[in-house]
């Protein structure tokens, strides 16, 4: 898709919206969430049930995982 050039933007009047803005695809997640529904109901539970809801044992476990699926 290309970018969209400053000059058009510049030269849109009121509430017009280029075209090219309105062709973000919608993405239906009911089926991933009801994949792990239960997996996310539980870890909301552990961070509410702890009251640590920063830098607590579930943000350092999530970060350990997203760091070793992204090296």
């Known amino acids: 898709m290309p970018a969209v050039e400053t000059d ?3 030269n ?3 509430d017009k919206t280029p075209e ?6 919608y993405i239906d997640l009911t089926r991933q969430n ?7 109901k539980m870890a909301i539970n ?3 049930e702890s009251g640590i809801y920063t830098s607590g044992p579930e943000t350092e476990g999530f970060e350990g995982e997203f760091a070793a699926l992204n090296r």
Do not use: C, D, H, S
């Open 20 to 25: 090219l803005f309105n062709k973000v695809p």
């Open 46 to 48: 552990r961070v509410l």
């Open 12 to 14: 849109l009047e009121g």
């Open 34 to 40: 009801t994949q792990y529904k239960y997996e996310i």
């Open 8 to 10: 058009e933007i510049e």
